[in-house]
């Protein structure tokens, strides 16, 4: 493979926020730059094998579709153009084109905005075991990858160690408030109905989707990443078939190849092998075609 993957980005001078995940977010006062990575991590764990391309495709997206919302909610975007970043940071051009946006730094609220149409993941594991999912009662034998009568909004938050946990809406309204959560909510839904009919109409049914929102000068924003391969499930239209796992443009093909080799979930966390890491990519490539309407990034 030609293109060589980015694994960790430090930018000397510029003080790092935090490292997150896929993530490098760095310090400039009153904003924010986002660099995404190509690392990728499953269950908990960044994995050892980077997938070319893949901070691109995600930043790339995320712009994307915070311009197709900009009309539902404001978003923290500045920009995602290099020319337009302070001088001190065009010298790292190399590394930031394509996979760095500047954004307004916002108080974050800790809650994962998380809306489901369909039934799969962890949300199918929960139904199962009690037919809801973070306290949404749903009707009785829908199967694994079911359409839901309508989409349900399901929020987490993040445990110690990292893993969401689902968490029922009055524990939200407990934790934010009852006003922030109804925004937060309808506003959630209302991206999601918007967002699915579009992937529809170019041939990807979106299944389920997290969101974060922030609040600058007391409005509400939406903020970090939106509707990519990362926090979203992707699943061709054209193959959908109720009644199990669904194949993805996302990386549940990456879990599902580590559920296939046995492991156990703790490290040494394995290697992707060069096959599962072109797939990926090409899957990651695939949805940002088919969304965005262009070939190249």
């Known amino acids: 493979m030609s293109v060589q993957p980015v694994a960790r980005v430090d930018l000397p001078g510029v003080p790092l926020f935090r490292r997150g995940k896929v993530r490098e977010v760095f310090d400039l006062g009153e904003h924010l730059l986002i660099v995404a990575t190509d690392r990728i991590s499953a269950f908990d764990y ?5 997938i070319p391309d893949k901070g691109k495709i995600l930043t790339q997206l995320s712009l994307f579709w915070f311009d197709f919302t900009s009309g539902i909610v404001e978003n ?11 001088r001190e940071l065009r010298g790292f051009r190399e590394v930031l084109e394509k996979r760095s946006m500047l954004v307004k730094k916002a108080e974050r609220i800790d809650v994962e905005c998380v809306v489901r149409g369909y039934l799969a993941g962890g949300g199918f594991k929960e139904y199962r075991e009690k037919g809801s999912v973070s306290g949404v009662p749903l ?22 160690s990292g893993h969401d946990v689902n968490i029922s809406y009055e524990e939200m309204v407990r934790m ?32 389920d989707t997290k969101f974060e929102f922030g609040i600058i000068d007391g409005e509400l924003i939406l903020i970090d990443e939106i509707l990519t ?10 193959s959908y078939q109720p009644g199990g796992s669904q194949v993805s443009f996302d990386k549940q093909f ?4 580590l559920e296939s080799i046995g492991w156990d979930k703790k490290p040494p966390v394995p290697e ?21 309407g262009r070939e190249e990034l």
């Open 272 to 292: 992707l092998p060069p096959d599962i890491v072109e797939k990926t990519r090409e899957k990651y490539l695939e949805a940002y075609r088919r969304l965005t």
């Open 254 to 257: 990456v879990r599902d190849y």
């Open 229 to 238: 391969p990362d926090s979203s499930r992707f699943w061709p239209r054209a």
């Open 139 to 160: 009707p009785k034998g829908l199967p694994e990858g079911a359409r839901l009568p309508q989409p349900i909004f399901t929020p987490a938050t993040k445990a110690s």
């Open 46 to 50: 960044i994995l050892p094998t980077p």
């Open 76 to 86: 923290h975007l500045i920009t995602g153009d290099v020319d337009q970043f302070p």
């Open 176 to 207: 934010v408030g009852k006003e922030l959560s109804e925004k937060i909510r309808d506003i959630s839904l209302e991206i999601y109905k918007t967002a699915s009919s579009y992937g529809e109409s170019r041939g990807i049914i979106i299944a």
